[in-house]
């Protein structure tokens, strides 16, 4: 509209919203799922008001659900989508209105995947829910959880998070010493360790695969993270040097190195050898 001015936006598979300088909710696009936050399944083509005084201070937008953090008690919101349970409500069923998140679940940062949800709790801690076929939710198994844990993901002894990024399935988490740690699904290389395996679902045995043996990225020499983001199978972050790297699926030249091939699926593509991307 006339005069309206955005403060945060977020693109899902179909739809986008936006936090606007009132800190209201607006949301337009595909609507089959309820992804738009208005109450009805119908599509949107003009941004469209989100709720009933519901305002925001972040937002994020997955395949096809969309979540928020209230600016008001930092309470996290979810709607659309659910058939995973990535709303978090406790059930699969769609939600085409926004709803509360769990009891007493307040975050500072919030971050969806295609079928899961991720928050950076205030206590900088991560828990995870929605579908976890592929470690994703970073629980130690494979299976859906619809409604955020009682524990948090274990990211090491006496390790907390300060950022966090999700893919398509796939989450990474930029820890308090500005490394980073990648767990989910991992056919391209995306989780930056080296390897194809996927991590965050368990190993053959059954057993953690999280935790202290979870293997940061090496991102080169004396490099740490500032920021973090994922794409659907590859993932980028902007250095202490403010320069970026990215690593994971190249199919399409997303890693932006100005060659073919998927880069961190084998330990040799890291570290000083992944390139930074020219700008």
Not at 212 to 240: E, K, M, Q, S
Request: with cysteine.
């Amino acid at each position: 509209g006339s005069g309206i001015k955005a403060t945060a936006i977020a693109a899902g598979g179909n739809h986008t919203c936006a936090i606007l300088d009132n800190s209201a909710v607006m949301c337009w696009g595909y609507n089959a799922s309820g992804q738009l936050g208005l109450g009805t399944n119908t599509d949107s083509p003009n941004p469209s008001a989100v709720g009933s005084g519901i305002t925001a201070k972040s937002i994020a937008a997955g395949g096809n659900h969309t979540c928020a953090i209230l600016d008001n008690s930092s309470a996290v919101m979810c709607w659309g989508e659910n058939d995973q349970g990535q709303l978090g409500l406790g059930t699969n069923t769609d939600r085409p209105n926004p709803s509360a998140v769990g009891s007493g679940i307040t975050a500072k940062a919030i971050t969806t995947g295609t079928e899961h949800t991720c928050a950076l709790l205030d206590d900088d801690s991560v828990k995870c829910w929605g579908r976890g076929d592929e470690g994703q939710l970073g629980s130690g198994k494979t299976n859906d959880i619809i409604s955020p844990p009682s524990a948090s993901i274990v990211l090491g002894t006496n390790i907390d998070a300060t950022a966090i990024a999700s893919g398509k399935f796939h989450t990474c988490a930029i820890i308090d010493n500005s490394s980073i740690k990648c767990w989910g699904y991992n056919a391209s290389g995306q989780l930056g360790i080296g390897g194809t395996n996927n991590r965050g679902g368990g190993d053959a045995d059954g057993d953690s695969d999280m935790g202290d043996i979870l293997p940061t990225v090496d991102l080169g020499t004396g490099r740490t993270a500032r920021g973090i983001i994922a794409g659907d199978n590859h993932t980028c972050a902007i250095l202490d040097n403010a320069s970026i790297k990215c690593w994971g699926s190249n199919i399409s030249g997303e890693l932006g190195i100005g060659e073919p091939g998927n880069r961190g699926d084998n330990s040799s593509e890291m570290g000083d050898n992944l390139p930074v991307i020219s700008l």
